[in-house]
């Protein structure tokens, strides 16, 4: 998979640790560009992650729902 879209609900430093210190992603600051778009063309997104690790990338919007995924999804580092 390019990348796959997980909704985490509310940002906080567990969720920061877990995906950047545990699993050792790194941040992608371009989500801060694409929110910022988005919003000035009238969308209401108001809080997004890119979260990278290697070519693979997960986009965490947390202003939505938690969403919760019936399987896995593997990482193989």
Do not use: C
Not at 22 to 29: Q, V, Y
Request: zero cysteines; a negative charge; glycine letters at 10%.
């Amino acid at each position: 998979l390019e990348h796959v879209n997980i909704n985490s609900g509310p940002w906080n430093s567990e969720l920061q640790s877990f995906f950047y210190e545990t699993l050792k992603f790194a941040n992608d600051p371009r989500a801060t560009t694409i929110m910022k778009q988005t919003r000035d063309a009238g969308g209401a997104i108001t809080g997004l992650h890119w979260a990278n690790i290697g070519l693979q990338q997960l986009h965490i919007p947390h202003d939505q729902p938690i969403q919760v995924i019936d399987g896995r999804i593997g990482l193989l580092y």
